[in-house]
Every structure is written in C-alpha cells, then in structure tokens.
C-alpha cells in the first residue's frame, strides 16, 4: 500500500531552536500534502494544506511565519517549527494524497519537545 | 460547517464480541469518508475509504457502511481481538471544505483478552 514517511520521529530541543520535520511519499506522487497538530487525547488539527509547487494554505489561528511549509516536489514537504517554545510542543502528523477521490495516508508522526 | 461527532468515546468489551463504532456528519456534501486506526504515540493507518457513491466497503473483518443523506456512518469489526485496541477515528472529506479532511474525535477501543 501507498507509504508516507516521516522524520524525525521525535526531536527534544531548546527554546530558541528552529526545527524542521519531512515528510514523504514513497511510492506515490503526492500533488496535496497536510499537516496537522495532535495534543494528548485530542483529535487531529489541520495546520495547513500544501499543494505542489504553490504557497501553503493555512487555517485560522495558525501562524504561517511561525510554521513554514515547503512542498517543493510531488515527493516531499517539510515543515518548519521557527524559534520553538514549549507551548509549540506537541504531536505532528503528515498526510499525503494524489488527488481528491483518494484516500489520505499518513506518516507515524513526530513528537516534538521544546526545552 | 462540517462537524464530525463519534460515539462511544471509549468502548470495552471481551474478546470475540462484534461491535459497532458510529460515525455522524452535519453536511452531507461529501467526496469520501475514512476510518482510521490510531495507536499510542504513532500516526494514522488507514482502514476503509468508502466515496460517496458507495454504501459499503469491506476488508477482512472490518466492515464500514455510508448512509449520506442520513449523515451516518458505522464501523462494523468481527470477532474482535485484543490486537484491535486502538483508537478509530472516522473523516469526512468534503466538497464545501475543499476535500480537507474533517476528523471526529475518535473512539477509544479496548478489547479485553
């Protein structure tokens, strides 16, 4: 079945620190790629929906300066976490489709610790 | 608005029993609706896709039926096992939220061996 791989899978870090997470699709063409955000015992978020080759969309209340997105090939998308603090902590997912009628497949996530 | 509301929360039951997750949505403009499986500390893994022409879909013991125009949907799993422990999550992807998909809150399923 079609893959999404995700890394890092976990990143401890300081306050200050920029971190960024990848994420792939192995043996699809991913024209739509998105990234969410999971606090313990909640549901997913949707951050933002990246489509190859454009800017990033992002829903309300996320801050596109604070989480940059790049989707420069139909293969990869990373998100960047700039100057992280702790309430910045929290489980990442990506998902990856090739078009609208197919279904999202997701990467195993990241769990980012901010120090 | 779509709105994706799941019951139960949390759901126990012994091993070999058959059990039902449901699933409702508020708008019925959809493409498709998934169900996810989510365990501790990892991603999601895709379990059935079913689009919105279709009633059902079916893999091994999972079961998942659409009923769009009631806005319902059901996770149907047989004979359970204590590897089914996991979170289900069930989205809808819709037309007037430009196929993003919108998540319920998931049921939390513990199979008791």
């Known amino acids: 079945g079609a893959v999404v791989s995700q890394h890092p899978s976990r990143v401890i870090c300081k306050s200050g620190t920029s971190v960024k997470i990848e994420c792939r699709s192995l043996?699809?063409?991913?024209?739509?790629m998105f990234w969410y955000r999971q606090f313990p015992k909640q549901s997913l978020m949707l951050m933002a929906t990246?489509?190859?080759?454009?800017?990033?969309?992002?829903e309300q209340g996320v801050e596109k300066d604070k989480f940059l997105i790049n989707h420069a090939s139909l293969t990869l998308s990373t998100l960047t976490v700039t100057s992280a603090h702790p309430e910045d902590s929290s489980f990442y997912i990506c998902?990856?489709?090739?078009?609208?009628?197919?279904?999202?497949?997701f990467g195993d996530g990241t769990r980012l610790s901010i120090l | 608005k779509q709105e994706v509301t799941q019951i139960p929360a949390a759901l126990s039951v012994p091993e070999g029993e058959n059990l039902v997750l449901n699933c409702s949505f508020t708008d019925s403009a959809i493409y498709n609706l998934q169900w996810f499986r989510q365990d501790p500390g990892k991603g999601l893994t895709s379990l059935l896709l079913?689009?919105?022409?279709?009633r059902e879909q079916t893999s091994g013991r999972l079961n998942a039926s659409l009923d769009k125009s009631s806005g319902r949907s059901t996770l149907y799993i047989a004979a359970s096992q204590p590897g089914d422990s996991a979170t289900y999550l069930c989205a809808v992807s819709g037309y007037n939220q430009g196929g993003k998909l919108i998540f319920g809150q998931g049921t939390e399923l513990s199979v008791k061996p």
């Open positions: 998902s990856a489709r090739s078009d609208r009628n197919q279904p999202q497949h």
């Open positions: 043996d699809f063409q991913a024209t739509t």
């Open positions: 990246s489509n190859e080759g454009s800017k990033a969309t992002y």
């Open positions: 079913i689009q919105s022409s279709q």
